[in-house]
């Protein structure tokens, strides 16, 4: 069975600095995704990771898979008070011909001015 | 535009009621998904379906029933046998095999 950690589950940073955020998951998948959620509203898509090595970055936020090593990490780059929410990896899982995403438990980050 | 709603954004059961939370996506897509969110917790799987007529329990499928009629539509019904079923649930869909998935704007259950 398929099961997505993320560590730290909750991080408290000051704006400007620099910080990573894990996710490993226990079996095989070529497929890797980030979400951002803001309190009490749906899911917003920042990044899919489709291969080893991939690595895609969109303003201060950069991720990257590894897919050997079950791995994927999001890395921000001098934070600011707007990236403060809580943030998801999950996986692809396959079963029987039928595909499923599997959640990590989510990082809630808080960026203090 | 294409997208997923689901409706209603908040809804309120009482003890020992059915409701049914609606789903509905416009995206062709094949695959759809029910997952239930605790506060400050992740998301765990429900139901989900990746054609017509056919589905598969998730994780946490005690108390919860689905339907999947029409390629559009997965409506998930919270039974009285789903003893807690105070969350934030959330539908999503999905072409099989595709590596996008789409998410509404989840509806906000609550017992009183």
């Known amino acids: 069975e398929l099961k997505v950690e993320q560590n730290p589950l909750f991080l408290s940073m000051q704006e400007g600095k620099n910080y990573t955020i894990y996710c490993n998951y226990s079996?095989?998948?070529?497929?890797l995704y980030w979400y951002r959620q803001d309190p009490g509203k749906s899911l917003e898509s920042l990044f899919v990771?489709?291969?080893?090595?991939a690595v895609k970055q969109e303003g201060r936020l950069m991720a990257s898979l590894d897919t050997k090593a079950r791995l994927s990490t999001l890395h921000i780059t001098a934070a600011v008070h707007d990236l403060s929410a809580t943030y998801f990896c999950?996986?692809?899982?396959?079963?029987?011909?039928?595909?499923?995403?599997?959640f990590g438990q989510g990082t809630r980050l808080t960026i203090n001015p | 535009d294409g997208g997923i709603t689901q409706s209603p954004k908040y809804l309120f059961r009482k003890e020992g009621q059915n409701v049914t939370l609606s789903c509905e996506q416009n995206?062709?897509?094949?695959?759809m998904y029910w997952y239930r969110q605790d506060p400050g917790q992740g998301l765990r799987l429900i139901y989900y379906?990746?054609?017509?007529?056919?589905?598969q329990k998730g994780d946490i499928a005690e108390g919860y029933s689905v339907s999947r009629e029409k390629k559009e539509s997965f409506p998930l019904t919270v039974t009285s046998a789903q003893k807690n079923p105070t969350a934030f649930y959330l539908c999503?869909?999905?072409?099989?095999?595709?590596?996008?998935?789409?998410f509404g704007s989840g509806t906000r259950l609550t017992v009183v």
């Open positions: 995206l062709n897509h094949d695959a």
């Open positions: 999950a996986v692809t899982s396959f079963i029987q011909g039928a595909q499923k995403l599997v």
């Open positions: 990771l489709l291969s080893n090595g």
């Open positions: 079996t095989t998948s070529d497929r």
């Open positions: 379906s990746q054609i017509v007529n056919d589905f």
């Open positions: 999503a869909s999905s072409m099989t095999g595709g590596n996008r998935y789409t």
